[in-house]
């Protein structure tokens, strides 16, 4: 008699995702917003998204936008913030996540975005789990993307060199 297979009891457990079919190249835009605190310390304002991911606002880039454009749309659209500064281009980042049977290579361009008026009325779309700001180290330590926090890191370095 023939024993079973020690790891056949486990196979249930273990399913095998189907095969990439394509791949595809999508482009967002968002931005590192800040503002100055009551006490004159960077606050950095963060979205969290419905797997619970603390990021910046960001979205698609829509046909005839450029990407300065989408990252104002998007960050109005995600957080409720009426008026900002788009005072530059920090840089872009690159990632990779599956969906489906599609690998998306996801490239993002990243801008330096100062909050103005009343940037305490905060409203985050049904989607997000939440949304908030936070001191610029806890900002930090919140982010789960390597490249979003390179660039962060670049936000406030420019913050501080230009007085902002």
């Given amino acids: ?3 079973p297979q020690p ?4 196979k249930k457990y273990f399913k095998r995702k189907p095969a990439i079919q394509d791949i595809l190249r999508e482009t967002t835009a968002g931005g590192v917003v800040f503002r100055r605190g009551k006490k004159g ?4 304002l963060l979205a969290q998204d419905a797997k619970d991911r603390w990021t910046i606002p960001k979205g698609h880039i829509e046909p005839g936008e450029t990407p300065r454009q989408t990252a104002e749309r998007e960050i109005q659209e995600e957080t409720g913030l009426k008026e900002m500064d788009v005072l530059n281009h920090l840089g872009k980042t690159q ?3 599956r969906r489906q049977n599609s690998l998306v ?3 993002m361009h990243v801008f330096l975005v100062r909050a103005k ?6 409203i985050k779309e049904e989607w997000m789990n939440g949304i908030g700001w936070f001191p ?3 900002a930090l330590d919140k982010i789960e993307y390597e490249g979003i926090e390179k660039l962060m890191l670049l936000a406030s370095k420019q913050i501080r060199q230009q007085k902002l």
Avoid: P
């Fill in 105 to 107: 290579l996801m490239t």
């Fill in 1 to 3: 008699m023939k024993s």
């Fill in 117 to 122: 008026g009343d940037s305490d009325k905060l």
């Fill in 41 to 44: 310390e960077v606050e950095i």
């Fill in 7 to 10: 790891f056949n009891k486990f």
């Fill in 95 to 97: 990632f990779r996540y």
């Fill in 136 to 138: 610029f180290a806890e």
